[in-house]
């Protein structure tokens, strides 16, 4: 799972992200010889990350990340096609117009096409990264006509037999009608969701009968289920439902056998032998498509916490797919932030307090939480679905069984997190919509750490904690499940950031960081998330949804107490918090609920619980939020270019140091990235 906060709240934070400790000195040294911001077009605004003290990394540990980080970007292509059937022709007839295009380059409807390419890289293809909706070109399509002509044709992705006008006419519909493919993911209550949604996960089957077929494979009582469906494309053939592996040899087999190549030079270098052990059985699985071996190789991953180099590689988030089951590939490479990581070591060794302590129905807490390892992360590259929109926070596994018996990894990216940071100070967000000067002060004073130990507890205790009741089915929940999921771990860290225990254990010295995170997350909640969305549109995304409805509901339940109040002022909206250890008691209340709705598998509540309080928008409040936020001129979404890694090499060619550069140029690196990293074919 992971956490996206960052694009919910601390870029939204506005001035004020300062650190609290003595960091910031040094860091407002760095920040003026480094622009982090490299491109804005759309919605989107482009950062770089830096990689702090990289070169301090031993020779051994670099030369292992840079076969980790290459075997990170050669899925590229798997994501793109995932996304979308016809991604992959349509980014490569792009890269062949912005190599080769013999016309004017200096036209508005040249510039527009640029925006729209860019957009499409951004997001992987050509439906939003967030919202899922198809792109509208902000060109006309006989200038998209014109584009293709004026290229040279034998770098168009053309199928055996086809001109470049007959690539014209099958591509323009794609892009340019607004019914066809609208949605990539569409959970729109009522509707197929298989055959409303226009990614690849499913071809010629309906809902009805990809559930029939997933019902049917699942034993209810095995202890260890396997992830049904994960690494597969369900198709029909001959009429029956079937299923194609993602695999070495099967469908994704080009990319995939890049990747094996890069993890086996990684194997080489590990850190440890049980690492290497661990690689052996990733290797093994994208071989294979076992899923099998896929839970073996996680429950040694988990298991394999403390080391200075990690990854994540693989088939995992399962978001993308209205079912769940299907995951998107995507990779990490990472090393320890050993300082940083001490806070979260706090926060791991407390795990069983938080756990006993909970509000939650004893019988639905964890006798002995298991091995929640946590550490704060550089990141040293990003790739597929975690590029270039990144997590704040990532906790793996993600299959329950493994989870309660082997524990999970969970993570907080810092060099991610302070890029974002650093960019959205100055931004005028908090003045805009923070209720009153002691609410922007508390944010400015502690804004910086109540996220960081908010994102800390989400990943490495809330997400840890609960168990389900026996017999429950794991996916009984279906679409409603990711929502459910984020709003159990965001609760659980809000209840306990306001418990006397944090300061008890060091972690704050008074409770302000958390009435700065109350603040926070009912301003986002309730009115400033919603920039995201376009009039008349509803709620989809599973953060999204997940902070609506915990502000909505808690909003809700503390109205005769008037914990939460809505303020009108000059015509704009304001909420303010008038009982913070009230409001504490209603996340408490709440996540007791959203843990029982879990742990019985109890689909109707939570339905009801998500579509009453998550999912809407008052259109008038809607509208007045997007006027205000349209004066501050900033991008409501942001993602990352990665850097660029040199191998130096001796004479007999063995790796000594792998050089760093930041990369400022983000259509150059993905066209870059189109030239090396693409193996899969067009159609
Ligand atoms: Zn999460």
């Not at 990779?331 to 069983?352: F, L, M, W």
């Amino acid at each position: 799972m992971k956490k996206y906060l960052l694009i919910g709240t601390i870029a939204f934070m506005g001035t004020a992200m300062f650190t609290s400790c003595g960091q910031a000195d040094r860091k407002a040294a760095e920040e003026s010889e480094f622009t982090y911001e490299v491109d804005r077009f759309g919605d989107i605004s482009v950062l770089k990350y830096r990689l702090p003290a990289f070169e301090q990394l031993t020779a051994g540990e670099k030369e292992f990340i840079y076969y980790l980080s290459e075997a990170a970007l050669c899925g590229r292509d798997i994501f793109w096609d995932q996304n979308f059937k016809y991604n992959l022709a349509i980014r490569k007839t792009i890269e062949a117009i912005i190599d080769t295009y013999n016309g004017d380059r200096e036209s508005d409807d040249y510039k527009a096409f640029i925006t729209y390419a860019k957009r499409v890289f951004f997001a992987n293809g050509i439906h939003h990264h967030y919202s899922n909706d198809k792109f509208v070109p902000g060109f006309s399509s006989d200038y998209f006509a014109s584009l293709i002509r004026g290229s040279d044709v034998s770098r168009l992705p053309l199928k055996e037999g086809q001109s470049a006008d007959q690539l014209t006419e099958v591509l323009t519909p794609i892009l340019f009608d607004p019914s066809l493919y609208a949605k990539k993911v569409d959970q729109s209550e009522g509707t197929d969701m298989i055959t409303a949604s226009a990614n690849n996960f499913y071809e010629g089957v309906t809902q009805v009968e990809a559930e029939a077929y997933y019902a049917a494979l699942a034993d209810p009582e095995d202890p260890r289920p396997v992830s049904w469906g994960l690494n597969t494309k369900v198709v029909k053939s001959d009429g029956k439902v079937t299923e194609i592996p993602w695999k070495s040899g099967g469908m994704y087999g080009p990319a995939i056998d890049k990747i094996i190549f890069w993890l086996e030079k990684a194997r080489n270098v590990a850190m440890s032998d049980t690492q290497k052990k661990e690689l052996d059985l990733l290797i093994d699985y994208y071989r294979t498509a076992d899923l099998k071996t896929w839970d073996d190789y996680n429950v040694l991953w988990a298991g394999n916490t403390d080391l200075s180099v990690d990854y994540i590689n693989g088939f995992i988030e399962t978001y993308g797919d209205p079912l769940g089951m299907k995951a998107t590939w995507e990779s990490v490479v990472d090393y320890k932030d050993t300082e940083a990581s001490k806070r979260t070591g706090v926060i791991t060794e407390n795990a069983q307090w938080f756990e006993d302590h909970s509000p939650v129905d004893p019988q639905y807490r964890k006798e002995k939480v298991t091995g929640v390892a946590a550490s704060v992360i550089n990141v040293a590259m990003l790739g597929g679905d975690c590029y270039p929109a990144s997590p704040l926070g990532i906790n793996l596994p993600n299959s329950n069984w493994i989870r309660a018996e082997a524990g999970s990894k969970s993570v907080t990216l810092a060099n991610i997190t302070d890029a974002k940071d650093i960019v959205a100070r100055g931004s005028g967000f908090l003045e805009e919509f923070a209720f009153d000067q002691a609410e922007i002060d508390r944010a400015v004073k502690w804004g910086s750490l109540s996220d960081a130990l908010h994102t800390d507890m989400h990943e490495c205790i809330g997400h840890a904690s609960g168990k389900l009741a026996p017999g429950t089915d794991p996916n009984a929940l279906k679409n409603y499940a990711s929502p459910l999921e984020e709003m159990r771990a965001d609760l659980f860290a809000l209840y306990f950031m306001m418990d006397p225990k944090m300061t008890e254990i060091g972690l704050m010295t008074s409770d302000e960081p958390a009435k700065a995170q109350y603040d926070n997350y009912i301003r986002n909640g309730f009115l400033t998330q919603i920039v995201r969305i376009l009039p008349g549109k509803d709620i989809e995304q599973a953060h999204m949804r997940c902070r609506s409805s915990i502000a909505h509901w808690v909003y809700e339940k503390g109205k005769n107490d008037n914990v939460i109040e809505v303020v009108k002022r000059d015509g704009k909206t304001y909420v303010r918090i008038n009982d913070y250890q009230k409001l504490r008691i209603l996340f408490g209340d709440m996540l007791k609920e959203v843990q029982r709705i879990k742990s019985e598998g109890d689909f109707a509540a939570g339905k009801n619980m998500i579509e009453n309080y998550g999912v809407r928008i008052d259109q008038d409040l809607h509208k007045e939020i997007l006027a205000r936020y349209a004066g501050l001129n900033l991008a409501p979404y942001s993602g990352f270019v990665n850097p660029v890694m040199t191998p130096v090499t001796d004479s007999d060619g063995r790796i000594t140091d792998v050089k760093i550069e930041y990369c400022s140029d983000f259509l150059g690196q993905m066209m870059d990235y189109g030239r090396k990293y693409s193996f899969l074919p067009a159609w």
